[in-house]
């Protein structure tokens, strides 16, 4: 407990620090409405953060992972609306896309050698070109089929809610516990260390890929089961929001420093920031430029923890 408050003390208390302000500045930000509001949004930004963890700490990128949610959930509802299969096939369908087209981002990258940067941001383009081919460009209502996922929840929190708290508690014991864990935190430090000890490499890379393309396949279907449709601008942007949630999380952008916990507690106090300058009434560039603002304060932070540790 001692360990984990020193780790993430400064994050727990930034966000004690969000909830103060907007609770003095909003009369209806500190009501159980709006913490359950908060905590229902967390599901698709929390998956897709998993993952990207997950890249960051073998020292990769991936910015396609926004477009894979949309293209999921495209998949998700071609397979309801048009074919007519079952629920649980047509989900397995939309996560199998996210894991297939993840596993092909990481196979580009390390079989043609190519930074994961340029792979998975010519495959956001065309993972999102997919989306718009599917949908036609138009919102498709999906109704009570993807609905039943979000009821039966606990004190107003959806089973979405809970299946992405357990994701983030087994993602941090595999990184924790496991050989594999192990491994990535060895390739994230050092790639020529890890293949010099023995650890699969190649394997590992696409594997991760695979991994994150998979998350983004299930935050495509718990959005498309909270607005009870498949959306083609869904996921627009959220790499961004990912990548920023990993490094206020604490993981480093160079790889092998991070916990998936962090990178939680990074996804709240985005979500928390956005909810409350909304309930403010704050304007849209004005929210952009000082969640930027957040997340360069976050590098800079990151960087001075990183340095003062060689010190």
Not at 281 to 294: A, C, D, I, N, S
Request: proline share 4%; hydrophobic share 50%; aromatic share 6%.
């Amino acid at each position: 407990m001692k360990q984990a408050l020193g780790e993430f003390g400064g994050l727990l208390g930034a966000m004690a620090l969000l909830v103060a302000v907007f609770a003095l500045r909003s009369p209806t930000f500190l009501t159980p409405t709006t913490f359950l509001t908060i905590a229902n949004q967390l599901p698709e930004a929390t998956l897709v953060a998993v993952g990207m963890t997950f890249v960051i700490l073998i020292g990769g990128i991936d910015l396609s992972v926004g477009s894979l949610l949309g293209l999921s959930s495209a998949v998700l509802g071609l397979a309801l609306l048009r074919c007519h299969l079952p629920l649980p096939l047509a989900a397995l369908l939309g996560v199998s896309t996210g894991f297939l087209i993840g596993g092909l981002n990481g196979l580009l990258t390390v079989r043609l050698r190519l930074p994961s940067f340029i792979v998975t941001l010519g495959m956001l383009e065309a993972a999102r070109g997919a989306t718009y081919l599917l949908t036609e460009s138009r919102t498709q209502y999906l109704g009570g089929p993807v609905e039943k996922l979000t009821e039966g929840g606990i004190g107003g929190l959806t089973p979405p809610f809970w299946w992405a708290l357990t994701t983030v508690l087994l993602a941090q014991v595999v990184l924790t516990k496991t050989v594999f864990g192990r491994n990535l935190y060895a390739l994230g430090g050092s790639e020529q260390t890890a293949f010099l000890s023995g650890v699969p490499v190649a394997r590992l890379k696409i594997l991760v890929f695979a991994i994150a393309g998979a998350l983004a396949g299930f935050g495509g279907l718990f959005n498309a089961a909270r607005l009870s449709s498949a959306d083609p601008n869904a996921g627009v942007g959220m790499e961004l929001s990912a990548i920023a949630a990993v490094v206020i999380g604490g993981t480093s952008l160079t790889g092998g420093r991070g916990s998936v916990l962090g990178t939680f507690l990074g996804v709240l106090v985005i979500t928390i920031l956005g909810n409350g300058l909304a309930q403010l009434g704050v304007q849209e560039p004005l929210k952009r430029l000082l969640t930027g603002g957040v997340i360069v304060l976050a590098v800079v932070l990151d960087r001075l923890r990183y340095s003062k540790a060689l010190a």
